[in-house]
């Protein structure tokens, strides 16, 4: 279909960090094939473009964004430099690039689906005079509590003033979580960093939004549901959003099928972050201690990065790969737990599988998905002191593997 002759044209702001950008993606591909009439301009960075769109070509056109990353800017140990780079570009690298694909396109825009973190979108949207869809790829209980950070922060008090064990029991099935399980930037941390300024502001302009779409479903947590129901006129479930990962070079599936049911533990702490180097060696420790078969998908470079000898001794034991295709092994009657750092993906991807997950949760929503899925969903363990030690490793791997309730 010839674009000009398309009958509706929806620009879709991306953020381009973590795995926002592929679930987001991947709706928008669903919606593409709904709507074959509709043409979708997917505006996200040149790097994160070329990460999340698949090599086949699609209906769906990518365009990039400035990054706001300074001429020759190399990256540091620090990630999340390129974020407030990034954060201080927008709006106006979104909105000059949407100039550029109205030009391009010949088609100006009927409608904006952002990343729900932009909360720029009602003002972008309102300029063009069109409807503004937010899409969280997070869970709703994260949403529930950017949404509510005003009264959270006077119940609790900011930055320690308040008991960091002290409940919010005041929400309905929130009673297990504490102030100490809220993303940074809520009761604590840096107030004015980009980040908790954006999703401050998020909290406050989503009601602008026609529609509140999030990567989860009802069934989950459906208090939390009722209450962001009644608060936003048009709040959707649209979720598990889940990539199907196809990339299988690494062979995990197979070698996942030479081993017994519910017996290998797979381990992936996401796209972003690798843990400490003495959390490494502890995990590494547990893993050859307890003798469980492991597959593990590790950022960076494991030769340099876990313990001298470790690869060698385990090799009959255990698979190390750069990238895995998680869903798919999640969803193999082989793994039988899963260690995880708990972004949303991982925690969703788990559930569809139905595997058991020990959770080591390093920023944003994952020591709130880690609590929640501890003490709240009853399918996964935090570990003790919140941190991956020999002992603590080994405790939650024998817990889940060799005991009625774990295996319950
Ligand atoms: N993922 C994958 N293979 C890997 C590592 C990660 O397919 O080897 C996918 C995983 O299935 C999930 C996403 O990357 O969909 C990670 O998202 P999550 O929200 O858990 O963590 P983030 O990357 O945002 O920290």
Redesign the pocket.
């Known amino acids: 279909m010839e674009e000009a002759n398309a009958s509706k044209h929806i620009a879709v702001l991306a953020f381009p960090f973590?795995?926002?950008a592929?679930?987001l993606l991947n709706i928008i591909l669903q919606l593409s094939d709904a709507c074959p009439d509709t043409v979708f301009s997917f505006l996200g960075t040149r790097q994160s473009n070329s990460l999340t769109f698949p090599k086949k070509l699609y209906k769906v056109k990518p365009f990039n964004v400035w990054d706001g990353l300074p001429e020759g800017y190399m990256l540091k140990d620090d990630p999340s430099e390129p974020v407030e780079y990034f954060l201080k570009a927008v709006p106006e690298n979104f909105t000059e690039a949407l100039d550029e694909v109205v030009a391009e396109t010949g088609k100006s825009i009927d409608c904006l689906i952002t990343d729900a973190i932009y909360a720029f979108g009602a003002d972008v949207a309102d300029e063009l005079n069109v409807p503004w869809v937010a899409i969280w790829t997070g869970g709703s209980r994260a949403l529930f509590v950017h949404v509510e950070i005003d009264f959270i922060r006077e119940y609790v008090g900011i930055n320690g003033t308040g008991p960091q064990d002290k409940s919010l029991k005041f929400f309905p099935d929130f009673s297990p979580i504490r102030a100490a399980d809220l993303p940074g930037g809520i009761t604590t941390g840096d107030f004015n960093a980009a980040m908790p300024v954006m999703l401050h502001k998020m909290g406050l302009e989503l009601s602008r939004a026609t529609a509140i779409a999030v990567n989860s479903y009802e069934e989950l947590d459906s208090k939390v549901v009722n209450m962001l129901k009644q608060r936003f006129d048009m709040y959707l479930s649209i979720g598990p959003i889940?990539?199907v990962?196809a990339d299988d070079s690494h062979g995990c599936l197979d070698w996942l099928s030479e081993h017994d049911w519910e017996t290998v533990v797979y381990i992936?702490?996401?796209?972003?972050?690798t843990p400490p180097p003495h959390e490494l060696q502890a995990l590494c420790e547990a893993l050859e201690e307890s003798g469980f078969p492991f597959l593990w998908?590790f950022r960076g470079n494991p030769e340099k990065q876990l313990p001298s000898g470790f690869l060698k001794r385990t090799r009959s034991k255990g698979k190390i790969?750069?990238?895995?295709?998680?869903?798919e092994i999640l969803e193999h009657p082989s793994v039988g737990v899963f260690v995880?750092?708990?972004?949303?993906?991982?925690?969703l991807?788990s559930i569809v599988g139905g595997v058991p997950m020990i959770l080591r949760p390093f920023f944003g929503d994952q020591g709130l998905n880690t609590r929640t899925v501890e003490a709240v969903w009853g399918f996964g363990l935090g570990l003790e002191g919140g941190t991956l030690t020999k002992v603590g490793a080994m405790k939650a791997l024998e817990f889940t593997f060799c005991s009625e309730q774990g295996k319950k």
């Open positions: 973590g795995t926002h592929a679930p889940n990539l990962s992936s702490f996401g796209t972003a972050i998908s790969v750069p990238w895995a295709p998680q869903p995880s750092h708990g972004g949303w993906n991982s925690v991807e």
